[in-house]
């Protein structure tokens, strides 16, 4: 085939594509989302399965007993999940560290990188708490040696301790680890460690699901006009933009 | 139906009322089956075909497994192609198959592919428009024209080849002695047959569809391409709190108060706290909608306290159960019913079912399931017959479901039948099956259904 006719050829499939998208009307597509068929168990499932991973305890205990759903998993063991995530959260990792080698000492022992990022936020807090020679201590006796083994742990040690270097942290540039996001990002990280010693996966599936949403409206997009669910708050079906 | 009964139901009421009739007839047929079962089955293919041939140039085996070339090979029109029995299933995620080239013969002019059912069975897969082959004596991908492009490496006696296609990502893959050799964009519309063939003499090849484990280890390789899609699914970013807000929904309404409550609460105390108070405070008036006493009947429900049940809504809410031979009333005298046959009081049960079940107005779909009610009767282990759905929890819910919908419909602010039947969540996954189901649909019925079962099993790993 020449150049030319393969160009001629490649046009006439972009114009057919362009045209060709089907329009699908609101009642059409009411007809279509009529005939799929959803069991209320896998919904509630679904919803279990997100209080759950996500720590609700007393909410999925609850919805247990209102919807007869088993949960996936003993609901002690959210309890002590919980409690360390808490721990983290307000800043006692000492506390937090306690809980989980209660829990499981293999979490840490097997997760170095976690272990890293707990210790370096227990150097975080004492900065935070003004404690300056305990915290220089700390870095140099507990998170200096695992940085020689680590090149990463290294970098985010000197990033740590740069704090120190600043009178007024609230106004370095790496004021960031005083954030509570900070907190936030070492405490989930331990939440998934926890869930995934006990077999569990570390997320939920629901967040995955609204995205799937997104995706396959995406790629029926290429193909199709139809009422989309723009609002996922809502779940509203929009009328088709032709 | 009296004139004046006729008048109290509205379009919404009947049309809640026979959805759940619906869901019902669904359950009773699906309810026992495993979520695998209730795919969609497509044929596979399974031998070679023997009816339709290239004219002599081969020679399939009696066990349809095997191919040979029987002569001298002339000209290029003498190739020897068997397809499959059936062509290649599409309502999937993968596809593969795989030969062994068990002689080379003279010139090893072997190939592996994909053609359509209009193929000339003269020429090898891949030199003709539509279709698609990995030869042997070159190791060039040939793709609808008789000039072939740089792939992998050649194979002769002794190698086992794979062709598969992956719906997904609408490609071709070869593989060679279990190790992936390449893929190709697959443009080919329609269904396509797995194809075998020979060119010169004493070729022979075997061919597995299955029957036999394969040399490449295709569920790594599914397992690999999958993660490769959900990667892109993750990549997309939604509004954090979206989950919070839909499970909150979800548990108004079905009418989970407690759980509601607790969940709320433990919103509050999270760090950062999540607040799920909607902006828009009609809304949230609708959805929590009668939800304590939508919360009182569905625990009377479950714990089968049927009676409790009927003077409850006939004193809330008696235009529900003014008509006693609504739908919704139908339901709950089943489950009295029901509920009587579980506590072993079947002369009850009996006198029950004949005073009540006679009052129903004649429907051949209502007329199935109160016989699946009687026949509950007829076991000694009626949990184990195939009428034990009926006396599963998952029923008690559907009934409760259908309270709670029926209760929802009476709120004057709200319009749309479809509300009350489906939560957000509900609505969610409908769209979700939809849009995947009618983008196969228009891609040649290329690719996966999406089942909500399969994303739950994956919950539990060990």
Redesign the interface.
Known sequence: MSLFWIFIHHLAEVQTMATSKKLITKQEWEKKLADVKVRKEEMNKLVMNFLVTEGYVEAAEKFRLESGTEPDIDLATITDRMAVKKAVQSGNVVDAIEKVNDLNPEILDTNPQLFFHLQQQRLIELIRDGKVEEALEFAQEELAPRGEENQSFLEELERTVALLAFEDVTNCPVRDLLDISQRLKTASEVNAAILTSQSHEKDPKLPSLLKMLVWAQNQLDEKATYPRINDLSTAALEDPAV | MSEATSRNQSPATDLIGSYFLRLWH?NSK?LGLKPEELEEEEELPTALDTVKSSGGFSFVGPDKLSVSYPNVNLHGHDVGVVQANRPAPSKRFLYYFEICVKNAGAKGQIAIGFTTSAFTLKRQPGWEANSCGYHGDDGLLYHG?GKGDAFGPTYTTGDTVGGGINYATQEFFFTKNGVLVGSVHKDIKGSVFPTVSVHSQSEEVAVNFGKEDFVFDLEAYEAEERAKQ?M???N?S??QD??H???R???QH?G????LN??D??GQST??PISLV?ENGS?EEDMMYALNQR?IL??LI?YGEIDDTFSRLHEWYPQIVQDDTSTVCILLHCQKFIELVRVGKLEEAILYGRNEFAKFKESSELDDLVKDCAALLAYEQPLKSSFGYLLQ??HR??VA?AVNAMILSTNPNVKDATFCMH?????????????????RS??GDHGEA?H??K??K?????
């Open positions: 669904q699906t024209h959900q892109k699914i993750d997309i939604i509004s979206a989950s807000g839909i499970v929904s979800y548990l079905y989970y108060q407690e759980t607790l969940f609460i433990a760090i950062p909607p809304k919360n569905r625990q479950r929890e998952s819910e559907l479901d939560s957000n969540l509900e609505r969610l996954i409908r769209q979700i099956s939809a849009c995947v189901l009618e983008k228009l891609n999406f909500l079962s994303i739950l994956s919950i539990k790993k060990v």
